[in-house]
């Protein structure tokens, strides 16, 4: 009986917690956006709905009148990889003209990152 339990209880384990438990006493860092959070932005879509579904960007700038807003994330897990991302919007007259997903994997603006991915 023992062994049945154990055995029920390793399944549930394995089959509902799996993408949970590579984030146990994780450090997180930034806004998280996913894949799917960001295909849900369309192009054409106003500034105020980026800053509503996601929050005020940790950093912005501007260049010719396409101001940039980046949305930093980072994770340093016990048990998956290490992440450091950043997701871009484009704004040209305050309307989303591109977005995009960057990655590095050098140095990052978080020291605990950095010690972690060396």
Do not use: W
Request: proline share 2%; glycine share 8%.
């Amino acid at each position: 009986m023992k062994k049945l339990i154990t055995i029920v209880a390793m399944t549930i384990l394995a089959s509902g917690c799996s993408s949970t438990i590579s984030d146990v006493g994780a450090y997180k860092s930034g806004t998280e956006i996913t894949q799917a959070q960001l295909a849900e932005v369309e192009l054409g879509s106003k500034k105020e709905l980026v800053i509503k579904r996601f929050g005020q960007p940790q950093r912005k700038t501007s260049n010719s009148g396409t101001d940039f807003f980046y949305y930093d994330y980072q994770k340093i897990s016990h048990f998956s990889a290490n992440v450091s991302e950043t997701i871009v919007f484009e704004f040209k007259d305050d309307l989303v003209i591109n977005k995009y997903k960057t990655g590095y994997g050098g140095k990052s603006n978080n020291p605990l990152l950095d010690a972690a991915n060396n």
